[in-house]
């Protein structure tokens, strides 16, 4: 049965106690309305922890001023249900106040330069240094020895990577992969926010990752693809931050475009940001 804990020392001696029996953590970071890919990464860290904490938390600081922090959907009790049944062990609702306990403006933060300032970097200034500003201190409260991301986050996981790196955080970094709706569109809190017309052509993003990956395979030029790219998901309906295409370290693909590469999109639909990606 899970455990709901909102106090630190409390958390804290749960993962005192499992270390002390020579137990492996695992940390699931959340914002909470779990879904399918949520419950996908619970599995993905059991298989590298014995014991699985997840944390449910939105953080203020990974938000810009125009965007939807108070009204990010906030589902705690179903969650709590959700991670039960995943077999999750403990379940971390801090409050803003325990996760920042000198208040926002005096809290330490950390900078995510490099990878972090390219793509949803431009698009959202500031959101990853909030992102690692929070998932540091999960680290420092959680102690886990694994803790995984989605791939849906793409360029999230990369900055957590160079964050856990540069830093030296003794933390095993895992990828979840990205779990569909059944036509395709990537599972994500922010999908209620569509209109029933406007989750209809939702699904268009998927498609058009679908065509830049076939029109690369095809040796379509790399400018033309992300040109054309733009302009189908302009037809649906959407206003673009970026359809691009990238190498998996996100710098841009070489001259000769050989080897792997991702594409990735994060575009608007009536209000709601969307993002997702390809790997191929
Ligand atoms: O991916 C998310 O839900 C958030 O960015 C994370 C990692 C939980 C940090 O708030």
Request: net charge negative.
């Amino acid at each position: 049965m899970i455990e709901s804990v909102t106090e630190l020392p409390r958390l804290r001696a749960l993962v005192a106690g499992w270390k002390r029996e020579g137990l492996r953590v695992g940390l699931v970071p959340t914002m909470g309305n779990l879904h399918a890919g949520h419950f996908s990464l619970v599995e993905r860290v059991r298989e590298r922890a014995d014991r699985v904490v997840a944390s449910i938390f939105v953080n203020p600081t990974q938000f810009g001023p125009n965007e939807d922090f108070s009204r990010y959907p906030r589902t705690p009790d179903a969650d709590i249900a959700g991670l039960d049944q995943a077999g999750c062990d403990v379940a971390w609702l801090p409050s803003v106040a325990a996760m920042y306990p000198l208040g926002i403006e005096k809290a330490m933060r950390m900078h995510a330069p490099g990878v972090g300032e390219t793509l949803e970097g431009e698009s959202r200034p500031g959101h990853f240094d909030g992102v690692c500003t929070v998932v540091s201190r999960l680290f420092n409260q959680v102690q886990p020895d694994a803790a995984a991301f989605g791939r849906k986050d793409y360029q999230q996981l990369a900055v957590i990577r160079q964050m856990v790196q540069d830093m030296a955080f003794p933390v095993e970094i895992l990828a979840g992969d990205i779990v569909r709706e059944a036509d395709g569109l990537a599972m994500s809190s922010r999908n209620q926010y569509l209109s029933a017309d406007a989750r209809v052509r939702a699904v268009e993003m998927y498609r058009t990752l679908q065509a830049m990956r076939e029109a690369r395979i095809d040796g379509v030029e790399i400018a033309e693809i992300e040109g054309n790219a733009s302009q189908r998901l302009r037809n649906a309906g959407f206003v673009v931050d970026y359809a691009v295409l990238r190498q998996p370290s996100l710098a841009l693909p070489d001259a000769g475009g050989s080897g792997s590469l991702m594409a990735l999109i994060a575009a608007k639909l009536d209000s709601t940001r969307l993002i997702d990606n390809l790997e191929f």
